[in-house]
């Protein structure tokens, strides 16, 4: 794991473009890595595509037939994509209609060895219906964590938000600035998300940017 990283944001020019992604076109992706790193940890975020649109991540030559995000014209949704990567470190993305800004955050790696992923039985340890919350980090405890265990993989859906929230989730205050959740209202939409906890106190901080949302956490497991 890292702190997360903005590598890519075609909105001010991160990453080296400041062109939104046209119909049909794929770019290289520089993730600064380590040399050891097999796959990349990513959050990918669409902006406001002038069409239906879906986005496809993978490590090299023809474009797969699959799709990492989906999402209407017009809205803004983010996921998580575990990305196999070239030997150089990078990986290709496409946008596939339309135009559409883009923006990836690096969460972490997988190398060879290291952590291994260790399901648990699903677990609810927030929901915040039906009073919500604003702008204000919550706190989400991971009961069923093992005192000492690395990060957990929970689930993030948010729902029916007034404006447009993004829900980093981080370690302890401070959280942060990286989406992982994005929505527009009144949507709900869930996103899987890989992060830090306390060590010594398995929680995570939740943080709602703008107006106020619904927001429930579902545990499935931790890497360890």
């Known amino acids: 794991m890292t702190t997360p990283t903005r590598i890519i944001d075609t909105r001010d020019g991160t990453g080296g473009s400041a062109t939104p992604f046209g119909p049909g076109v794929a770019r290289t992706i520089a993730t600064g890595l380590d040399p050891g790193a097999r796959t990349a940890i990513v959050n990918l975020t669409a902006v406001a595509p002038s069409a239906d ?7 090299a030559g023809p474009v797969p037939a699959t799709s ?3 999402l209407p014209a017009g809205d803004t949704r983010a996921n998580l994509a575990i990305v196999p990567l070239a030997p150089d470190g990078t990986f290709r993305l496409r946008n596939n209609s ?5 923006v990836i955050d690096l969460i972490g790696s997988y190398g060879d060895g290291g952590w291994r992923f260790r399901p648990v039985t699903p677990t609810r340890t927030l929901d915040t219906r039906p009073a919500g919350f604003a702008t204000t980090p919550t706190l989400v405890p991971m009961p069923t964590l093992p005192t000492g265990t690395a990060p957990p993989s929970p689930t993030s859906p948010a729902s029916s938000p007034p404006p447009p929230p993004t829900s980093p989730c981080g370690p302890p205050a401070p959280p942060p600035p990286r989406r992982r959740t994005s929505t527009s209202p009144p949507a709900t939409c869930a996103n ?3 992060t830090r906890i306390d060590p010594d106190h398995p929680a995570a ?3 709602n940017a703008s107006g106020t949302t619904n927001a429930a956490v579902d545990l499935i497991g931790y890497l360890g």
Do not use: D
Request: proline fraction near 0%.
């Open 53 to 59: 649109t879906h986005l496809t991540a993978w490590a």
């Open 68 to 70: 990492n995000l989906n």
């Open 98 to 102: 339309g135009t559409t800004h883009v």
């Open 192 to 194: 899987q998300v890989i």
């Open 205 to 207: 901080t939740l943080a």
